[in-house]
């Protein structure tokens, strides 16, 4: 059973930074890809950005690209989410997730697993 726990939310400052962290467990992730989502009370679950687990390789949100940086440890079953310039909008909670394949989608029902999320409140 695939398990996705996601860590590392907090407060910070405008212009500040934060690093989220999603441990992956009950399987083998080489063939998927794992995304980032947030989500704002009474809104949609928004994309955030998405990292191939075999190649590494990066797609991002229109809204956050140059400021939020996608990457795993394969070692360690783990994936990042370096958040830089944080702006009051980026508060959210932030959602990792995992679907087979490698396909770049932003549907959240294309992906089949999901953590609990992690609060991140960005202060003006």
């Known amino acids: 059973q695939v398990q996705l726990v996601e860590s590392g939310g907090g407060l910070v400052q405008a212009g500040g930074s934060l690093r989220l962290t999603c441990a992956a467990s009950?399987?083998?992730?080489?063939?998927?890809?794992m995304g980032w989502f947030r989500q704002v009370p009474g809104k949609e679950r928004d994309f955030v950005g998405l990292?191939?687990?075999?190649?590494?390789?990066?797609y991002y949100a229109d809204s956050v690209k140059g400021r939020f940086t996608i990457s795993r440890d394969n070692a360690k079953n783990t994936v990042y989410l370096e958040m830089n310039s944080l702006k009051p909008g980026d508060t959210a909670v932030y959602y990792c997730?995992?679907?087979?394949?490698?396909?770049?989608?932003?549907?959240?029902?294309?992906?089949?697993?999901w953590g609990q999320g992690t609060q991140v409140t960005v202060s003006s």
């Open positions: 009950g399987g083998t992730f080489s063939g998927y890809a």
């Open positions: 990292i191939s687990w075999s190649s590494g390789g990066t």
């Open positions: 997730a995992a679907r087979l394949g490698v396909r770049i989608t932003t549907r959240t029902d294309e992906y089949a697993y």
